[in-house]
């Protein structure tokens, strides 16, 4: 099956500072799609990205999809402390299964 | 409703008890999800439901674990005889084929 990777596994960053995260699958997605999961509750959804070379922003969040449709990333700028979260990416193939990234954990330090 | 929603949201049972977990889409979405999260960890696939055709069962870890979607809305997981490791949030999720909400999950524990 598909694989994703998500990196980092986890961040310690200062409140203000920009955040920096990606994905990458061993085959092509259709659609990348960004979540982020506080405790207790399901993921939302933060981002929808449709084609390749697709750049969107979303307030603080620019995602963009990859070129190669193999590869995704977020960025969080100005962070604040309730960006405070688990990040995961997912990609969504022909058959519209999604696949997920394990996840990266933000610690933002007030 | 708005989106999607599960029931119970915290479920506890005794080891070899049957478990039934809801799960209602979002309106109009022929797409539906069952994923597993344990604590500190990612989603594991568990099955997904696509319109009328056969559900892709191959995330299921054993044959405990079953789901049906009816009329092509609500859907039921159920584990039967619990054991101890089925501990974790269940998360429902339906989709229109571009974008997947998710549900709030459904929090078991198994004693």
């Known amino acids: 099956g598909q694989q994703l990777n998500q990196s980092p596994q986890s961040m310690f960053i200062q409140e203000g500072e920009d955040v920096s995260m990606n994905c990458t699958s061993s085959s092509i997605f259709n659609t990348w799609l960004w979540y982020k999961q506080d405790p207790g509750e399901g993921p939302v959804l933060l981002i929808a990205l449709y084609k390749a070379g697709e750049l969107t922003s979303n307030g603080r969040l620019t995602a963009q999809f990859g070129i190669t449709r193999k590869d995704s990333f977020l960025n969080i700028s100005a962070s604040i402390p309730s960006d405070v979260g688990i990040y995961f990416c997912?990609?969504?193939?022909?058959?519209?299964?999604?696949?997920f990234g394990s996840g990266t954990k933000l610690n933002v330090k007030p | 409703g708005a989106g999607v929603s599960q029931s119970p949201s915290n479920k506890v049972t005794e080891k070899g008890k049957d478990v039934e977990l809801r799960c209602d889409p979002i309106s109009g979405h022929t797409a539906l999800y069952w994923y597993r999260q344990s604590l500190g960890q990612g989603l594991e696939f568990l099955i997904y439901f696509q319109g009328n055709s056969a559900p892709d069962k191959s995330g299921l870890p054993s044959d405990r674990f079953s789901a049906e979607r009816t009329g092509g809305s609500v859907s039921t997981l159920t584990i039967q005889r619990t054991q101890q490791e089925d501990s974790a949030v269940y998360l429902c999720a339906s989709s229109n084929y571009n974008e997947q909400f998710f549900g709030p999950g459904t929090r078991l524990t198994v004693l």
């Open positions: 997912a990609g969504r193939d022909n058959f519209n299964k999604f696949y």
